[in-house]
């Protein structure tokens, strides 16, 4: 199955590291015109030597006006991955009220307000659009220590049906990839000690972490026309994770 982008221009948040990074430079691979939003410098401009053609945009989503400053002459738009978000690790009785409002900033309420600013512009030219909001397994597994990541991720997942349902009519698809743990500097804070690691993967069948790659795949399949009749889906990119 070969999948292509060419003439199509997408927005992938989060693009300084990990999945986001990734997912940038395998759409620009793929012929997109990608534009990489992230909230560090320096990320951007190792991420442009890597591929001269992305377009670098430089801001906090997690602070709504800086958001629609930096957003307002991005042209139009056909795919959208809304992947920028914060782990942390904090028991459940030791969450404070910052924190809660810091993670729900940036995992929902930034994706939430990218899509509505991308889909406009794809409504008002009528020429439909893909987004993919990356979620995760934690949106439907309790993990210990991630109750506002988990809570984040399980309104990600609510959001993805809401939108789909609403923009469906726009011919705008809305999905969102579920993965199990990798490891990027997020999946490190979580997982790199042995002994918590195989608490997750002797729950995976597969017995091991997902790729950075496995995870990209699924999101270029979700934004391409290979999946088409594909809305409003989670996809789980966990190795059957959730089977036991
Ligand atoms: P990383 O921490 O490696 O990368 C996250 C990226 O998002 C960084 O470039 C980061 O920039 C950016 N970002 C964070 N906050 C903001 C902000 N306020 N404004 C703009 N950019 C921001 O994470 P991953 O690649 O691991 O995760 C990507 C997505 O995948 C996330 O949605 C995550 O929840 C999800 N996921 C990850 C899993 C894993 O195990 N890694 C498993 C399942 C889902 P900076 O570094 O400057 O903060």
């Known amino acids: 199955m070969e999948i292509t982008f060419a003439a199509k221009r997408a927005v992938v948040t989060g693009a300084g590291k990990g999945i986001g990074r990734a997912t940038a430079l395998a759409l620009a691979r ?18 442009i030597l890597e591929c001269p053609s992305i377009k670098p945009l430089c801001v906090d989503l997690s602070d709504w006006d800086a958001t629609d400053a930096a957003l307002k002459d991005v042209g139009p738009v056909d795919l959208l991955v809304n992947n920028a978000a914060r782990g942390m690790l904090q028991p459940f009785l030791e969450v404070t009220s910052d924190q809660f409002d810091e993670f729900f900033n940036i995992n929902v309420k ?46 990600l ?3 993805t ?4 349902l609403e923009l469906g009519p726009y011919q705008i698809r809305v999905n969102c ?31 091991k972490f997902a790729e950075l790659e496995d995870v ?18 989670m996809l789980p990119v966990d190795e059957g994770g959730k089977v036991r």
């Open 157 to 159: 997942d609510m959001l």
């Open 110 to 155: 930034a994706a939430l307000h990218v899509a509505q600013i991308v889909a406009r512009g794809m409504k008002a030219r009528g020429t439909g659009g893909s987004i993919v909001n990356v979620s995760s397994q934690a949106s439907q597994r309790a993990l210990k220590d991630h109750a506002v990541y988990c809570a984040t991720k399980g309104a």
């Open 30 to 47: 793929g012929g997109a015109e990608v534009i990489a939003v992230t909230r560090t410098q320096a990320d951007l401009d190792s991420l």
């Open 177 to 207: 990839v579920n993965p199990t743990v990798v490891m990027t500097d997020m999946g490190r804070l979580a997982w790199s000690d042995p002994e918590r690691a195989k608490t997750m993967t002797s729950r995976i069948p597969l017995g």
């Open 161 to 164: 049906k809401v939108m789909a």
């Open 216 to 233: 990209v795949n699924s999101i270029l399949f979700l934004l391409s026309d290979k999946s088409a009749m594909t809305n409003g889906a």
